[in-house]
T-cell receptor
Framework: GESVGLHLPTLSVQEGDNSIINCAYS??????FIWYKQESGKGPQFIID?????DKRQGQRVTVLLNKTVKHLSLQIAATQPGDSAVYFC????????????FGAGTTVTVRA | DTGVSQNPRHKITKRGQNVTFRCDPI?????LYWYRQTLGQGPEFLTY????????KSRLLSDRFSAERPKGSFSTLEIQRTEQGDSAMYLC????????????FGQGTRLTVV
């Protein structure tokens, strides 16, 4: 079936370096993509989103890239900090039923001091 | 703190018992969602409310599960005759509604069925 998934389950990054987290999706009907961050013992926290008519969107220290040709989504975190250590999920939904998010399995990011 | 409150944070229950969880969303949010998350996985959609109306239920939501949002404010999720497979984190989220899809999640209720 169609699903959202991530390339790598874990990522270790040196503090201060840039991080890139990847996600592959297969639902071509998806219109809206979101990245969430989940720290231990907490619920997912919205980071940034992007609509299918865009290929790049920037936030504070984060950039999301969308490549619809290969159905690939990435999250770039600049100057990674210890507080960025968490599990990162990509999620997607079609605009037609934008209440129902489909999440991938997540990438655990560990920041080394 | 996202503004979405869930209680209790943890619940341990014996198999066969009933449990009820509560979610208080952000007050001006029309939409309320329930998700379930098992260890190492992303959240899975269970159901959602637009105000007090429950508009969709996932196939994951068996007959033993029931959710309500009686006045369009707080919501409850009840699981009857709990099974060990119900052990998971139950997450509630809320959002403003159509066209604004940023969902704010609570910290979840972790259910352990023994």
């Amino acid at each position: 079936g169609e699903s959202v998934g991530l390339h790598l389950p874990t990522l270790s990054v040196q503090e201060g370096d840039n991080s890139i987290i990847n996600c592959a999706y297969s639902n071509s009907a998806s219109d809206y993509f979101i990245w969430y961050k989940q720290e231990s013992g907490k619920g997912p926290q919205f980071i940034i989103d992007i609509r299918s008519n865009m290929d790049k969107r920037q936030g504070q220290r984060v950039t999301v890239l969308l490549n619809k040709t290969v159905k690939h989504l990435s999250l770039q975190i600049a100057a990674t900090q210890p507080g960025d250590s968490a599990v990162y999920f990509c999620a997607e939904t079609p605009i037609s039923n934008d209440y129902k998010l489909s999440f991938g399995a997540g990438t655990t990011v560990t920041v080394r001091a | 703190d996202t503004g979405v409150s869930q209680n209790p944070r943890h619940k341990i229950t014996k198999r066969g018992q009933n449990v009820t969880f509560r979610c208080d969303p952000i007050s001006e949010h029309n939409r309320l969602y329930w998700y379930r998350q098992t260890l190492g996985q992303g959240p899975e959609f269970l159901t959602y409310f637009q105000n007090e109306a429950q508009l969709e239920k996932s196939r994951l939501l068996s007959d033993r599960f029931s959710a309500e949002r009686p006045k369009g404010s707080f919501s409850t999720l009840e699981i009857q005759r709990t099974e060990q497979g119900d052990s998971a984190m139950y997450l509630c989220a809320s959002s403003l509604g159509q066209g604004n899809t940023e969902a704010f999640f609570g910290q979840g209720t972790r259910l352990t069925v023994v």
